[in-house]
């Protein structure tokens, strides 16, 4: 059993949040790896290469010169922290991550996250594919509705209105795309605990977490 906690599941439903503390609390090292499928589809962007271009994307996603630093990446040299937040790369790396030579090609580089000290991961495959003997498994999610009214609060968007439609539709369409892909999908395995976060605080979910972990310890 490898000393790493697993989060995965769909996109906005603050799973790197939770994982970021549960981290800091255990004072492990963290891995946000769809920042890496992020990066990817920006630095393609960046040189022109298609989101469907596999055999580019993957020597690029191979060779990505990212620095990460405390909560700032910096891709090239360049901070993109913000960058490779917008819906638009979002769907971009939704894309990339949908090619088997990309997911390769990023499989060594996020296990060498993996310190002495331990690791909390999260994204779609992590307690599947990248992470399979974790010590913990878990699939966090809520429902899209509550994920987008999340989003929107964040961003200071009304709850009503085609701004917040339009986050709704992207997390669903996001979320459709991650589910229905044929490699390392997102989907809830048997040996991965459920956390359903639609009535917890971020502090109530990272303390389940930090039972969980405790319980098996
Ligand atoms: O988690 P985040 O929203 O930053 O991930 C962006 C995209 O990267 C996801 O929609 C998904 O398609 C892809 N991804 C993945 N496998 C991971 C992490 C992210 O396929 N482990």
Not at 23 to 41: F, K, V
Request: aromatic content about 6%; glycine content about 6%; overall charge positive.
């Amino acid at each position: 059993m490898q000393k790493v906690i697993t989060i995965d599941g769909p996109s906005a439903s603050g799973k790197g949040t939770v994982a970021a503390r549960v981290a800091a609390h255990l004072g492990w090292a963290y891995l946000d790896s769809g920042a890496l499928y992020r990066l990817t589809a920006l630095f393609a962007k960046n040189q022109q290469i298609a989101w469907n271009n596999e055999a580019e994307l993957a020597k690029l996603a191979a060779r990505l010169p990212v620095q990460f630093d405390g909560q700032k990446i910096f891709l090239n040299q360049k901070d993109v922290t913000n960058e490779i937040r917008i819906e638009a790369i979002g769907m971009g790396a939704s894309e990339v991550a949908k090619l088997p030579g990309v997911r390769l090609a990023l499989l060594q580089r996020q296990r060498d996250f993996l310190t002495e000290r331990g690791l909390v991961a999260d994204g779609r495959d992590m307690g599947s594919v990248v992470f399979p003997d974790a010590c913990l498994k878990i699939f966090l999610t809520a429902p899209p509705e509550i994920r987008a009214q999340r989003r929107a609060k964040q961003i200071n968007i009304s709850l009503q209105g085609v701004e917040f439609e339009k986050i709704l539709a992207d997390i669903q369409a996001r979320d459709e795309a991650d589910r229905n892909r044929a490699v390392a999908p997102l989907q809830r395995l048997p040996d991965t605990l459920l956390l359903d976060t639609s009535d917890l605080t971020i502090e109530e979910s990272v303390k389940k977490v930090l039972d969980w972990y405790s319980k098996k310890n």
